[in-house]
């Protein structure tokens, strides 16, 4: 094992023996190479004030070289905001200005111990490197039944992590908070259980409120107390996309420092918040008390980014940070959001009507891209065939019962013809089979 890697490991332990044991094979394997290439360039860039032959781009006028074509077309930015590597953690100024953010929309994380946030390349990216840092063969991923289906890969597939689902409705149609505690309570005698969280849903478009998070913090205090040592990861993808009375906020507040056992992570980005879904920026945040194991875990995170992506794009970085700093952001970002709050409200009002009863219910929902159909006589896969071939209308089949619509990219005065062609599918399918 590398020294560098020793030594965090050493930290690590020191400050929290039970994250120790929460890392994967390749966690405790893994460090920042501050030796080397990396910190020779380092030195060059503060000492050599004559020439600096260490820098691995190409310079020209005292500028990072660039074809007129592109910076063309970038003409508002600044080259050496564009063109060069960014740092392995992403631009400084944009990795404060997220963390401001975060702190601004989540009160919950003020006054409680974090990491500073991580850029990755958009939140797959996050998920991948948590899943490195934290998942090994025989570890259990808890998710929901409705879930997004990357997460078998990242966890399962590339990790060898076990998927452990819980339903994630109870009868009342609320967040089924006692199945995620029993599914946690399975892992005692394994020693360690991943949680992940992912509001608003994917498929569901589902936020608990505050009473239902409060009893998910709850379920995996329990776990943790009852001597579980807990990864939890907040997946917030749609992050802010609330339309009704649910948590505004993430759970990554209450759950950053609330135990010894219990590491949180939050995993998020500027794809959908922003509105930038080719931009690929996103961020991956520890929450643990002690800031050494915290920095520990930095460098370890630097170091799966250096042997993967080795820095993440630099123009998009500064297209986000841009943003951000710009005065008319705010403005323009409700802007957006009323837009996606009317289509929400839209296809629950459509719903709503009584006109497709016998056809489906649906999946509570209040937040984010998604709904969920509950067909009630077709199967699922074929109404997506028909409604595609034969009334030109994409969804998405989740299994025999369970069809997902994202009203997110649908205008809203065409959501009541959706569902009506919908419809007319169900019973195209359901005069083909003789129903």
């Known amino acids: 094992?590398?020294?560098?890697?020793?030594?965090?490991?050493t930290t690590i332990q020191n400050e929290n023996p039970h994250v120790f044991d929460m890392l994967s094979g390749i966690g405790k394997e893994m460090y920042f190479p501050t030796e080397g290439i990396l910190s020779q360039s380092a030195d060059a860039k503060t000492k050599a004030h004559k020439y600096n032959a260490t820098i691995g781009t190409a310079i020209e006028n005292g500028q990072p070289m660039h074809l007129k074509v592109i910076q063309d077309t970038l003409s508002a930015y600044n080259p050496s905001d564009l063109y060069p590597y960014a740092p392995p953690a992403g631009k400084p100024e944009l990795r404060?200005?997220?963390?401001?953010?975060?702190?601004?929309?989540?009160?919950?994380?003020?006054?409680?111990?974090f990491s500073n946030p991580i850029v990755t390349n958009a939140l797959t990216h996050g998920l991948s490197?948590?899943?490195?840092?934290?998942?090994?063969?025989?570890?259990?991923?808890?998710?929901p039944d409705q879930n997004w289906e990357n997460y078998e890969m990242v966890f399962g597939i590339r990790r060898g992590a076990k998927i452990v689902t819980y339903p994630l409705y109870n009868e009342a149609g609320t967040f089924n908070a006692d199945a995620l505690r029993e599914a946690i309570f399975a892992q005692k005698e394994h020693g360690k259980a991943i949680v992940l969280l992912n509001f608003p849903n994917n498929p569901t478009g589902y936020t608990p409120n505050a009473a239902e998070g409060a009893a998910i913090v709850q379920a995996i205090l329990d776990g943790a107390n009852a001597g579980i040592n807990v990864v939890a990861i907040t997946d917030d993808a749609y992050f802010s996309l609330f339309f009704e009375d649910s948590l505004h906020e993430s759970l990554f507040g209450?759950?950053?420092?609330?135990?010894?056992?219990?590491?949180?992570?939050?995993?998020?980005?500027?794809?959908?918040?922003?509105?930038?879904?080719?931009?690929?920026?996103?961020?991956?945040?520890?929450?643990?008390?002690?800031?050494?194991?915290?920095?520990a875990?930095?460098?370890?995170?630097?170091?799966?980014?250096?042997?993967?992506?080795?820095?993440c794009a630099h123009p998009s970085q500064t297209f986000v940070l841009k943003a951000l700093q710009s005065p008319e952001f705010n403005q323009q970002k409700q802007e957006k959001f009323d837009i996606m709050k009317g289509r929400a409200n839209k296809v629950?009002?459509?719903?709503?009507?009584?006109?497709?009863?016998?056809?489906?219910d649906y999946y509570p929902f209040n937040s984010g891209y998604f709904m969920c159909l509950k067909l009630k006589t077709v199967d699922a896969d074929q109404l997506r065939l028909t409604a595609l071939e034969k009334f030109g209308v994409g969804t998405i089949s989740l299994s025999e019962t369970d069809l997902r619509v994202a009203f997110s990219c649908i205008e809203e005065e065409n959501i009541e013809e959706l569902f009506n062609l919908i419809y007319g599918a169900v019973k195209a399918v359901e005069k083909a089979q003789g129903i």
Do not use: C
């Open 1 to 9: 094992m590398h020294k560098l890697a020793q030594e965090l490991n």
């Open 96 to 113: 404060k200005e997220w963390r401001k953010k975060m702190l601004v929309e989540n009160p919950s994380v003020e006054g409680q111990t």
């Open 129 to 143: 490197i948590t899943a490195d840092l934290l998942a090994d063969v025989g570890d259990s991923l808890i998710i």
């Open 254 to 295: 209450a759950l950053a420092n609330i135990h010894e056992r219990v590491l949180a992570v939050k995993v998020d980005g500027a794809t959908k918040e922003e509105y930038v879904w080719g931009f690929r920026v996103g961020f991956i945040t520890f929450g643990q008390k002690s800031e050494k194991l915290l920095a």
């Open 297 to 311: 875990l930095e460098e370890k995170t630097k170091g799966i980014i250096r042997a993967t992506v080795s820095s």
């Open 348 to 360: 629950k009002e459509v719903l709503e009507s009584g006109k497709y009863n016998d056809a489906w």
